[in-house]
Nanobody
């Protein structure tokens, strides 16, 4: 089992950058594939980015953030990051990290249903 705690959210202006972190407790962090999702008021939670277990050799991104956001992981620190550049007001949302136990998988997943563990979320607000 793993517990996830996000940090790094805040209020920024359009065009700014922000780095979100998600620290995980527990062992065997490298065996989890990880994802970031976001939820804006009145909208469904949507996929942002995903990374494979292990060294994180493969990643995937939602169409709205491709080329602007980067997901990465540091297994030594039990942490997954989301670097967000060229932020837009439409990026405003609560951002959640998620983990799925996948020691024998080489695939990432963008499906909410695949993730068993979720953080409490961190608010990102982008002003115009």
């Amino acid at each position: 089992q793993v517990q996830l705690v996000e940090s790094g959210g805040g209020l920024v202006q359009a065009g700014d950058s922000l780095r979100l972190s998600c620290a995980a407790s527990g062992r065997s962090f490298s065996y989890y594939r990880l994802g970031w999702f976001r939820q804006a008021p009145g909208k469904e939670r949507e996929f942002v980015a995903a990374i494979t277990s292990g060294s994180g050799g493969s990643t995937d991104y939602g169409n709205s953030v491709k080329g602007r956001f980067t997901i990465s992981r540091d297994n030594a620190k039990n942490t997954v990051f989301l670097d967000m550049n060229s932020l837009k007001p439409e990026d405003t949302a609560v951002y959640y990290c998620a983990a799925d136990w996948a020691p024998r998988s080489t695939a990432y997943t963008s499906s909410l249903r695949d993730y068993d563990y979720w953080g409490q979320g961190t608010q990102v607000t982008v002003s115009s």
